[in-house]
């Protein structure tokens, strides 16, 4: 199987909890907090192993916090790149109104970077991505990190024998799309992105795929996957444009189901499985991890069984 490192520069230590009800200014009586390690990446590579893949991790840390990530990364037998932080790891918090199911996340910021730590995590990166492997950079980046590094990745990544997915949104997408930088090889947003990069309503699949392919045209990917949430995904090459249909659940809750996908799609492409292949592993991943609570991503048993429930056809 082809080798996967996952990147994450802004880890967490996310806490889930819930209350009977969740109101101002009272003592709210809470369950015993579920700690998981987060951040993009880090599900990225959590939802992998859940799949029965395995990836390496490289993820930036520091502090007490920083540690506690690392050991629960071990705990779950994920392979570790660790990467000095320039300050301490945040935490992160989702908390759920069990009277409502409406579910409250409260994100830190994590710590601040500088240019030179931006140069350094870069050159590290570089050196350790994996020949003829898939790299995949997920989630938000840390304040001090300038909104141009996924198109400095690209183009570092470009001179390598690695491929690089990109799952990322506001000012580090719109900075990809107007860089000029060399393609990614696989370029993930959801509909929201995708309709503010193009400024105009993306209503329809064949909107959606239309949008996705001029930016393959761009040369800013040569994949491009827009997620329409209940409405599916779709993935657009050059010569091709697909839409995977999402399996009807009953949610339960949202956190990581763009996470889950795409472990399910970079899991399947490392196991030279063809793009609308890992389409469909992707859609069945997202909707089986709406079907788990808080942070818990995707169920490998979830995922088999919604994956005929998540057809792919041509547009």
């Known amino acids: 199987m082809t080798s996967i490192l996952t990147i994450t520069l802004n880890p967490t230590v996310d806490l889930s909890i819930a209350a009977d009800a969740i109101l101002p200014e009272r003592k709210l009586r809470c369950t015993r907090p579920d700690t998981d390690p987060g951040g993009g990446g880090l599900n990225v590579s959590r939802a992998i192993m859940a799949l029965g893949g395995r990836s390496t991790a490289f993820v930036a840390v520091g502090g007490p916090t920083g540690d506690k990530v690392m050991r629960l990364l071990a705990e779950a037998g994920i392979g570790l ?38 140069a350094r995590v870069l050159t590290r990166i570089v050196r350790v991505a994996p020949e003829d492997g898939l790299v995949v950079l997920s989630g ?19 001179r390598t024998k690695a491929r690089l997915v990109l799952d990322t949104s506001g000012k580090a997408l719109h900075c990809l799309v107007d860089s000029g930088a060399r393609p990614a090889d696989v370029l993930r947003m959801d509909d929201a992105e995708a309709q503010d990069l193009s400024g105009q309503p993306l209503s329809t699949r064949s909107d959606s795929a239309d949008f996705a392919q ?23 090459t050059e010569t091709g444009r697909w839409h995977a249909e999402a399996a009807r659940v009953q949610p339960v809750s949202k956190v990581g189901a763009g996470d889950s996908f795409v472990a399910a799609f970079v899991l399947a492409l490392a196991r030279n499985q063809s793009l609308p292949e890992a389409l469909q592993h992707g859609a069945a991943a997202a909707s089986a991890a709406v079907m788990t609570p808080a ?21």
């Open 81 to 118: 790149v660790p990467f000095p932080a320039p300050g301490e790891t945040r935490q992160s918090l989702t908390a759920t109104d069990m009277s409502t199911g409406e579910q409250y996340r409260f994100v830190m910021p994590g710590p601040e970077w500088s240019v030179s730590d931006t």
């Open 214 to 236: 001029s930016l393959v045209l761009r040369g800013v990917a040569r994949a491009v996957i827009v997620a329409r949430g209940r409405d599916g995904n779709i993935l657009a």
């Open 140 to 158: 938000s980046q840390p304040p001090g990190i300038p909104a141009d590094f996924p198109a400095r990745l690209a183009s570092r990544i470009a």
């Open 295 to 315: 942070t818990e991503l995707c169920r490998a048993r979830d995922v088999r069984r919604l994956l005929p429930l998540s057809p792919v056809t041509p547009i």
